[in-house]
């Protein structure tokens, strides 16, 4: 189970929360324009994505089953 994140402007971080709030991935991103997270060893459940950029912060839902 992967995550395909891509993007056009500056990211500098993709954090995976839970849906308590608890960062269970941090991946910090220097120069690419698109990343995989594994998210295999995550349980069934609602988890969420945020992508910070250099024009700010955007937060995405993902259901895993």
């Known amino acids: 189970d992967v995550i395909h994140v891509n993007w056009t402007n500056e ?4 954090e ?3 849906a308590n709030g ?3 991935r941090s991946v910090i991103i ?3 324009k698109e990343a995989k997270l594994d998210i295999q060893s995550l349980s069934s459940g609602v988890y969420f994505v945020r992508v910070e950029s250099n024009e700010g912060s955007s937060v995405y ?5």
């Open 11 to 14: 990211v500098s971080l993709i």
């Open 61 to 65: 839902n993902v259901i895993k089953q």
């Open 16 to 18: 995976i929360t839970d």
């Open 22 to 24: 608890k960062v269970l």
């Open 30 to 32: 220097d120069g690419e």
